[in-house]
């Protein structure tokens, strides 16, 4: 979507909001995936009501990217803009155990600038791609590790209430893959308190997370991760793979011969393809298990 409204466009620099015209989400996600539409940067994190106020004042739809990993947004001109935060400086304060992390912070990052300076725990964590925010949003977990175990407290805008809140750990419910905030709750920063920990023994835990990733997940190639959360007791992965369905595909649309609940972009798929071979397998699955494997992956289609 195009901003053209000029009493939005003349607001934006004094809200040192960043236009960027015509954006490929497809060069935003890790999927490769989406349309195009109007990009805005957010550099202050007061800025945010103001600047949605001005948004739905003039009926513009909007949608909030984090670091677009676990993402599949729809094809084409999409009938909506797209709002990001832009990192703050510092991203990162260390205080005794306590680590102030920016939402729009690069969540390995996060876990390798707290191991140098000895604070462990989130070893697990190390090659989950995406920002902080969007970890947080949605629970990100692997080898037994969940970001939620470390939260302390979360700055968020509720969308709702129109206004920053600061919400202590505990007011937060955080469950495998989700978590209490609302949809249109935007995260801007978390306190994480974290572990002590000798570097060499956090640096050693993290080489064996990488390691195990590496064997078992197609890291470089294009994909969102899982695509969907694994059933009570259950593997989706593995299920799928009993199907025999490793290398199904969809146009370039693809299941991971690697892994079974990677699906990649193996070279120009559209988001329809990647919904249709969802959908195939979905379905293959439920004949076959009686299971209905529910969506890890965010998808914007509207
Ligand atoms: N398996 C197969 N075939 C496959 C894939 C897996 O038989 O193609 C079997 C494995 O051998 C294993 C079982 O299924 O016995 C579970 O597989 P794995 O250990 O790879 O874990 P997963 O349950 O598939 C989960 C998370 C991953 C996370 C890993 C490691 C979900 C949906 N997935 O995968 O998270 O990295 O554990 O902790 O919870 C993500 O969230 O996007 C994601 C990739």
Redesign the pocket.
């Known amino acids: 979507m195009r901003i053209s409204n000029d009493k939005i466009l003349a607001a934006l620099p004094a809200l040192e909001v960043e236009r960027r015209r015509d954006v490929s989400l497809s060069g935003l996600t890790s999927l490769g995936i989406g349309g195009t539409t109007d990009l805005l940067l957010i550099r202050r994190h007061e800025s945010i009501a103001g600047l949605l106020k001005l948004l739905d004042e003039h009926g513009v739809p909007h949608k909030f990217l984090g670091g677009g990993s676990?993402l599949l947004v729809m094809d084409g001109a999409l009938p909506f803009v797209v709002l990001q935060l832009v990192k703050g400086d510092p991203e990162i304060v260390l205080e005794g155990n306590m680590a102030t992390v920016d939402a729009a912070a690069d969540l390995g990052h996060t876990v390798t600038y707290c191991a140098k300076h000895n604070l462990g725990g989130m070893e697990?964590l190390i090659?989950?791609p995406g920002t902080v925010g969007g970890a947080l949003r949605m629970n990100?977990?692997?080898?037994?590790t969940q970001i939620g175990s470390f939260v302390r407290e979360v700055k968020v805008y509720r969308a709702a209430e129109r206004k920053i809140e600061i919400l202590s750990g505990g007011q937060i419910s955080f469950e495998?893959?989700h978590t209490s905030f609302a949809p249109d709750d935007m995260m801007l920063s978390v306190k994480l308190e974290l572990p002590s920990k000798p570097y060499s023994e956090i640096l050693q835990g993290i080489r064996i997370c990488n390691e195990?990733?590496r064997s078992?997940?197609p890291l470089g190639q294009k994909s969102?991760?899982?695509i969907?959360?694994?059933p009570p007791g259950g593997?989706?992965?593995?299920m799928?793979?009993?199907l025999g369905l490793?290398g199904f595909s969809h146009g370039d649309a693809r299941v991971s011969e690697?892994?079974?609940?990677?699906f990649v972009n193996a070279g120009k798929a559209s988001a329809a393809d990647m919904l249709a071979l969802i959908a195939e397998v979905r379905e293959r699955v439920q004949k076959a298990y009686g299971v209905t494997l529910e969506n890890?992956v965010v998808v914007w289609n509207a």
């Open positions: 676990n697990g090659g989950v990100a977990g692997a080898y037994g495998y893959r195990k990733r078992s997940q969102a991760g899982c969907f959360k694994n593997s989706a992965g593995r799928i793979d009993e490793k690697r892994h079974a609940n990677f890890e």
